[in-house]
């Protein structure tokens, strides 16, 4: 079955993100962009295509780093199925193992931050990958099907009030980014809020903010807004967009943005701006209720759907390093 499909190595190939986007599954960490920035944290990326008789059928970019003998391999945001994909799911995966030749004691991981298609699942499933399910691979998404009014309508009171304090404020503006140098400044914005932030509530993050400054603010696919009072940044919200799903990615902020209700405004901005454009979903990028019970109850006010984003799935052909690994992994989450 694996013989049938071919892999066709296109880490150089110029139009990947133009073939990535047109699918349905496409994201940022299976991006050209994404690709770079986990380059120069030391990872070497490469991208391929599996193919069957011409016909794209899967598009991955994968990440390894070896550390003496022993060789990991990470798959952000895919395999990326095309439509046709779908349906040799299996044959895909199958053929992707082969041309990763990974010895016994290899490890491969496959994340893929959103719920994942059946056919993918059953993929996984069926080449012996353990599924590891931790907290953090769950989010609140909401749906975006219904009019903007409905929506509000079913929000929390809560919601609507902040929205409308907001929107009562001449001098508080929503100003989405496209100048490459705004994008910049805004970046160095949020980098500053994000790390006043970090400091006052003791958390960590492991996005290298300098060698991701240049390349996010030069992704079509990141949506950079800005709420202004009287013109001066008060809130930076980055957000991640695909045809159908728009993801939120990082959001930082000072404290006139709570006495402004400046987060829900700019929420809702966003919400308005992925269904003018077409989403269908909008993912809130992760909830945390044990541990930041505030942001949780922030988003959890303009949806209560709660729904798992996907496992970390782990593979080696040896059974007791995949358990092994699996578990380590599970046991470093709780």
């Known amino acids: 079955m694996a013989a049938q499909v071919a892999v066709i190595d296109r880490s150089e190939a110029a139009d990947w993100d133009e073939a990535l986007w047109q699918q349905p599954a496409a994201n940022i960490y299976a991006s050209r962009s994404w690709g770079a920035y986990k380059g120069r944290l030391g990872w070497n990326v490469r991208r391929v295509a599996l193919c069957d008789n011409g016909e794209d ?21 895919g395999p990326v199925l095309t439509p046709r994909g779908q349906s040799r799911a299996e044959a895909v995966l199958a053929a992707f193992l082969d041309h990763l030749a990974l010895r016994p004691a290899d490890l491969l991981a496959v994340k893929s931050y959103r719920p994942q298609d059946p056919e993918g699942v059953t993929a996984l499933l069926s080449h012996r990958f353990v599924p590891v399910v931790t907290a953090k691979d769950h989010t609140i998404e909401l749906d975006l099907t219904p009019g903007t009014a409905a929506l509000l309508a079913a929000s929390d009171r809560r919601w609507r009030r902040e929205v409308k304090k907001a929107e009562g404020q001449p001098d508080l503006t929503a100003v989405f980014l496209t100048d490459p140098d705004e994008r910049l400044r805004a970046f160095d914005t949020f ?72 987060a829900s405004f700019a929420v809702w901005r966003i919400v308005e701006r992925a269904r003018e454009e077409g989403a269908s979903r909008f993912d809130f990028g ?49």
């Open 57 to 77: 059928l899967a598009y991955i970019q994968y990440q390894e780093r070896r550390s003496g003998p022993l060789r990991r391999v990470l798959v952000q945001g």
């Open 191 to 262: 980098v500053r809020m994000y790390a006043a932030l970090q400091q006052r509530k003791g958390f960590s993050n492991d996005l290298d903010t300098n060698a991701y400054r240049d390349l996010a603010a030069s992704d079509p696919h990141l949506l950079f807004l800005e709420i202004r009072e009287g013109g001066e940044p008060i809130l930076v919200r980055i957000v991640h967009t695909a045809r159908d799903r728009w993801t939120d990615f990082f959001t930082a902020s000072n404290e006139r943005a709570r006495a402004t209700g400046a």
């Open 286 to 334: 992760g909830v945390d209720p044990a541990d930041n019970r505030g942001v949780f109850d922030f988003k959890r006010a303009l949806s209560r759907n709660v729904v798992q984003g996907g496992p970390t799935w782990i593979y080696a052909r040896n059974t007791f390093v995949r358990r092994a690994a699996a578990t380590a992994l599970f046991l470093r989450s709780v």
